[in-house]
């Protein structure tokens, strides 16, 4: 089993876009179950020590995912992903924000749109995301936030998921 997956993270200034390309030790199969179900989204999607609360999701297109970061203190950060085109176990894409319980959009935060392809190599399956914001202080925005760096826990409690099914 590889341990040294692929990792790479790159801002794009000129296009206020991340680019994260991550590897995972599991088939396309695995991998898009993981990203499409909300069962286990919950179970990787914050970092740790938050944990994800899906209150409804509906995965199609024009479908929505409401959910919740809850943090250690129980403190929870609520967004809303709206699924604008899904073409399984290849790609899927949506507008990503911060709303409140209900899913009213908090207007006082960016709005992101993701873009999220599947490929599988070798035995391993890698992920191509692009999130692209409407500008530059919004991108930087969230990268101060710590995007980066809870993004990438997030990606490690997936790779723990798919370890213990092996």
Same mark, same amino acid.
């Given at each position: %089993?590889? &341990?040294?997956?692929? %990792?790479?993270?790159?801002?794009?200034?000129?296009?206020?876009?991340?680019?994260?390309?991550? =590897?995972?030790?599991?088939?396309? &199969?695995?991998?898009? &179950?993981?990203?499409? @179900?909300? =069962?286990?989204?919950?179970?990787?999607?914050?970092?740790?020590?938050?944990? #994800?609360?899906?209150?409804? %999701?509906?995965?199609?297109?024009?479908?929505?995912? !409401?959910?919740?970061?809850?943090?250690?203190?129980?403190? @929870?950060?609520?967004? !809303?992903?709206?699924?604008? *085109?899904?073409?399984?176990?290849?790609?899927?894409?949506?507008?990503?924000?911060?709303?409140?319980?209900?899913?009213?959009?908090?207007?006082?935060?960016?709005? #992101?749109?993701?873009?999220? *392809?599947?490929?599988?190599?070798?035995?391993?399956?890698?992920?191509?995301?692009?999130?692209?914001? @409407?500008?530059? &202080?919004? !991108?930087?925005?969230?990268? =101060?936030?710590?995007?980066? @760096?809870?993004?990438?826990?997030?990606?490690?409690? !997936?790779?723990?998921?798919?370890?213990?099914?092996?």
């Amino acid at each position: %089993m590889k &341990s040294n997956l692929l %990792m790479d993270f790159s801002v794009n200034k000129e296009t206020s876009t991340v680019y994260v390309k991550r =590897e995972f030790n599991a088939s396309i &199969s695995n991998v898009w &179950s993981a990203w499409t @179900e909300p =069962e286990i989204l919950d179970q990787w999607w914050a970092p740790a020590p938050w944990k #994800s609360k899906t209150k409804k %999701m509906d995965f199609k297109e024009g479908g929505k995912r !409401l959910y919740a970061m809850v943090g250690p203190q129980g403190e @929870e950060h609520w967004a !809303l992903a709206d699924f604008t *085109s899904i073409t399984p176990k290849t790609n899927f894409k949506y507008l990503d924000a911060f709303c409140d319980s209900e899913g009213h959009l908090n207007v006082d935060f960016p709005r #992101s749109d993701w873009d999220i *392809s599947f490929s599988e190599q070798d035995g391993a399956t890698f992920v191509d995301i692009a999130i692209k914001h @409407e500008n530059l &202080s919004d !991108l930087e925005k969230i990268i =101060e936030m710590g995007f980066k @760096e809870g993004f990438t826990i997030a990606m490690e409690g !997936l790779d723990q998921i798919f370890a213990a099914k092996k």
